[in-house]
Every structure is written in C-alpha cells, then in structure tokens.
C-alpha cells in the first residue's frame, strides 16, 4: 500500500476546498516549501455544487447598502438564532474575499456604468448579489481551478475517495483512500485535516445537489469525534424544476428578484396569502407556502410566471435557465409558465466549529457547506453559503499554519469492505418523513427502519457507490436523531407536531 505524508490535506473542490489551497498557497511557508499541502476530490475536480450555484454570492458593495443591514437580512432569515458573531466577521469580510475571487479570475457581470451588476434575491433588503449571468458558480469553480497546479510541496488528486480516517496516539490523522480507476486502496498521513465535502443532497429523492453530496466529510467527522449539529436543518428550495429523476435542476430564485410570480395551478398568484415580502420571502416560508398550496388542490406542483418579463433581459441573464428548460421541458419561459416544486438544496447545520473552521478535534476543520459555522442560524440567507465557504477558507490559514512539530505516525488498520444498502429506500424514507413538514410518528418509523436496514446490512466487498450508500444510511440515522431531539419549529425545521417559535 502507496503511503505518503502532507502537513495539510484538504478533502474537496467545490469553493471551500479550493480557496483553502489557494490562500495557503500565497503564504511565505508554503513559497518557501516549509509545508506541504495536498488536495483531495472523489470525481473530477468540477464536480462540486460550487459548480452549479446560479444565483451568485453577496457581499456589500452598492451605494445605499452596508454590513447593518447585510448583518441584519442574515439574522431574520435564521430566526435570530445565528451567531452574530460570526455574521459580523463574514459579512464585514465579504468585499475583500470578493476581491480576491476577483484577483484569481472570477469575471462578475458589470452594468453600463462599468460597475458591478448587483441583483436582490429572496430575504435581502438591498442589491448585493454578486453573479455572473446565471452561471455564478461555474464561473467561480473554473477561475479557482485555473490556479491549481502541482509543485514538489502541492498535490492535486481527482477521483481519489476518502473512505475513513483515524487519528494516531500521536495526533497524525490517517486517511483510508481509494483509487477507483486503479481499484486500489492507498494510505496518506496529516497532521491537519481540512473537511470541504459539502452538502447531504443525496439523502432525498429529489435533490439539486451533485452526486457526491453524499455527507461523507459528516461521517468522518463524527468518527473522529468532532460534534454534529442542526442535521435537520435542511433549507428546501422553493423550485426546483418539476422534471423526472433525483437531480433536479434549480429554477434560481434571482429569476423572482427579476418579477417572476409563483402561481398554483388554478393560475392564482398566492404568495399574498403567506408573507407580506411575497415571492421574495425567505425559502422557507415560500417552500411552505407551496407545499400547502399542493396540499390544498393535490397538486403535484406550482408554476412559476415568467411570461411578462423582458425576453431580452431573460436571455441576457438567464441563459441557462431558459436552455435548460427547453432542453428537458421543451418549455420556452418567455412564453410559458415553469412547473416547480421544492426540493431539497442545503445543508443549514453540520460539523460544528469555531471562527477559524477548527472544530473540538484538535487539527480537524470542517470548511464550507458540510460545516455548522452559526452564519445561518435556521436557515441561510440566499448566496451567503459561497460567501461563508470562502471566508472561513481565510479565516482558518492562519491556524492551519501552526503545525506540530514532526511527530511518528503509529500504524492503524482500516476495513476493507462495506454494507450493501439500498440507497433509494433511505432516500424515500427521509422525502417521506424528514420532508419540508414533519411529524414526530414519522420521524420515529423512519428512525426505526433506517436502524434496522443498518443491522440486517449484509457485508460486501468495497466498492464506492455501495459505501457511499452506507454513509447516507449513518447520516440519515444522524439526521433523524437530531430531527427527534428539536424541540420548536423555527427556521427551516417544521414539524406540525411542535409549536411555532420565532416566525421572521
Ligand atoms: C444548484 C445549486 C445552486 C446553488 N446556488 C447558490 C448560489 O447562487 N449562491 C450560494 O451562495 N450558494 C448556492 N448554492 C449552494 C452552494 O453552491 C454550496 O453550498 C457550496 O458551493 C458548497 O461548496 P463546498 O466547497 O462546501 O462543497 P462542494 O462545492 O459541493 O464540493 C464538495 C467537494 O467535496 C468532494 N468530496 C465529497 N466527499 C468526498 C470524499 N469522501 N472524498 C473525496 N472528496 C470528497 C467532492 O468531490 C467535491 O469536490 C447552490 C447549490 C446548488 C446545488
């Protein structure tokens, strides 16, 4: 077995990841090749939810804007249960880390007056979404990846799994890591760990995540002893576009921050009858607001109006949409309306950690979406998740540099086989139960189910999909548990057994 050692390995890279490596890369320990850094991801390094975010990424910048009022737009979509602590150090730090994606070739559309083009998304009371067309992400993911390359103290490694990782007697974390196109198992040693392997969209059976969302940086974690927190705190997205399979392309909420309405299916705009910021609402609130409008017709989903709106502007800034639409509709939204419906999209709670991104396990961080930084409280804000994935990429540099002097690593043994699961019962099993409305009789049918497809497992010879199948097993388990322990619906956790705490 292949085994090598990093000071710093970095698991992940979608933003979190990525920007970690490139803020160590600036730093005089790594320019004079005092530390050695190594960058980990389980498919082609593209392949992340960085990738897909659409809308874009807010940091104050207009004239009429400031960091009150960004702070504040954070606190209300949370239920106030945020952080402010840590709101303030992202939102204050959020035009210089925008200036730094900048700095590394991310082009951000401009308006004629040759500034930033600015839009309002959902829950902000200013423009301050820095996008690019409706391909933010993309755009993000490739300037980023542009600036990877590997030198004699810098490893990049594409379709390489984190399948395990143990912590030595002596502090070293062991990585168990497999080569799925050498078929093999190899080992790495670090003497930090940075977790960036976002978000749990897997566990549903309609999701806009990647594949590999797959909660595996959570598992690892809690193994290793590091706290869990919020796991139920999952933010749907209002729409998602109605179409077959579990990935289900997003339907941006910039296009309502453009004057698209939400309508039910007998052509009524209904948003009035839920929130007085109407379609602009927070996700919860609309994703809620479109479950009972389901529930009250039976109605498999709403649509949204984008039939009024400037075809101009539409191709100007929402070229994906449009194409994606009439690529898997044949929907042209200039003309007709879009059938949506909520899917689940992000992973509010996670590994718990402190303002640096280092969580209870010394030399453990969790960084971007797969941690529970308290930015967003019961539910985030639309576009704070880029901006939180790259604050605490700088924030944790510094900390990541204070590395024990060498130590031995001690040899740990890993299994080499796993459970044979049947993803798609987990994933009906959490849409069902663990859904945008919850009841505690569910909860616990799931929670029993889930318990015993994980005892009658049977045991398999190791292969990815079926060991990422048992990972959603565990974090389901883990989801459900916290689902069960939540005692007021806030945010966006509803379980219409509980009563209401702080409604925004
Ligand atoms: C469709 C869509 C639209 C969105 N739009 C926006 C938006 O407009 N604004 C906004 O702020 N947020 C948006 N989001 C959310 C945001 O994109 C994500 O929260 C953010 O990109 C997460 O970044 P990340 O680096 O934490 O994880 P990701 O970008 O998902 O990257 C995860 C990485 O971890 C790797 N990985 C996972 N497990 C393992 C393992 N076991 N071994 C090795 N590697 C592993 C993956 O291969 C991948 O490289 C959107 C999300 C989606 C899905």
């Known amino acids: ?28 320990a790594f320019k004079q090749r005092e530390i050695s850094v190594c960058l980990i991801a389980k498919s082609t390094l593209s392949t992340t939810n960085t990738d897909w975010a659409q809308g874009g990424i807010a940091a104050v910048h207009a004239i009429g804007d400031d960091f009150e009022k960004h702070i504040e737009d954070t606190m209300v979509a949370g ?57 933010t992400g993309h755009a993000i993911q490739s300037a980023l990846m542009q600036h990877l390359s590997d030198s004699t103290n810098a490893k990049v490694l594409e379709n390489i799994l984190l399948v395990d990782a143990i912590k030595d007697s002596n502090g070293q974390f062991h990585l168990h890591l497999f080569n799925e196109s050498e078929n093999c198992f190899f080992e790495i040693t670090t003497s930090k760990l940075v977790l ?41 997205h209002p729409t998602g576009l109605f179409h077959d399979g579990n990935i289900s392309f997003l339907v941006s909420e910039a296009l309502r921050g453009a ?17 007085e910021r109407l379609d602009l609402a927070p996700r919860d609130i609309v994703s809620r607001a479109i479950h009972a409008e389901m529930r009250k017709h039976g109605d498999a989903c709403v649509f949204l109006d984008t039939t009024h709106l400037s075809p101009a502007m539409m191709e100007q800034h929402f070229p994906a949409i449009k194409a994606q639409c009439k690529t898997l509709l044949n ?3 200039t003309k007709e309306i879009i059938p949506v419906v909520p899917v689940q999209h992000y992973s509010c709670g996670g590994i718990k950690v402190d303002a640096f991104g280092e969580t209870r396990v010394p030399g453990l961080y969790a960084i971007g979406e797969v941690a529970s930084t308290g930015l967003h409280g019961a539910n985030r804000l639309a576009s704070n998740s880029l901006l939180e994935a790259i604050a605490f990429a700088k924030f944790a540099t510094e ?13 740990v043994s890993f299994k080499k086989e796993c459970y044979g699961i049947d993803r798609n019962q987990v994933q009906h099993l959490l849409s069902e139960h663990a859904g945008i409305i919850k009841n505690t009789r569910g909860l616990k049918t799931a929670l029993s189910t889930l318990q015993d497809l994980k ?33 007021k619906n806030r945010g966006v956790f509803y379980n219409e057994d509980l009563v209401n705490d702080l409604v925004p």
């Open 399 to 411: 900390k990541l540099l204070d590395l024990p002097g060498a130590q031995q690593s001690v040899p």
């Open 79 to 135: 239920v106030y249960l945020n952080d402010i602590g840590i709101v303030r150090k992202v939102v204050e730090a959020g035009p210089a880390l925008l200036n730094d994606l900048i700095r590394w070739g991310t082009c951000f559309d401009k308006n004629a007056a040759n500034d930033y083009d600015l839009a309002k998304e959902g829950g902000h009371s200013e423009a301050r979404i820095w996008h690019a067309e409706d391909q």
């Open 259 to 275: 004057g698209a309405v939400l309508r039910n299916q007998q052509g009524e705009a209904f948003m009035d009858q839920y929130d």
């Open 455 to 487: 005892s009658n497992a049977p045991v398999v010879g190791f292969n990815p999909y079926d060991h990422t199948s048992g990972v959603l097993l565990e974090v389901a388990i883990m989801l459900i548990a916290d689902a069960l322990k939540q005692e």
């Open 331 to 333: 929907i042209d939204i």
């Open 196 to 236: 960036a392997t976002g978000g749990t969209g897997m566990l549903y059976s309609k999701t806009t995540n990647q594949h590999v969302a797959t909660g595996d940086g959570i598992f690892i974690a809690e193994k290793l002893g590091a706290s869990i927190e919020n796991l139920s705190y999952i933010q749907f």
């Open 1 to 28: 077995m292949i085994h090598s050692h990093h000071d710093i390995v970095i698991v992940g890279s979608g933003i979190a990841g990525l920007s970690t490596y490139l803020y160590l890369s600036e730093t005089e």
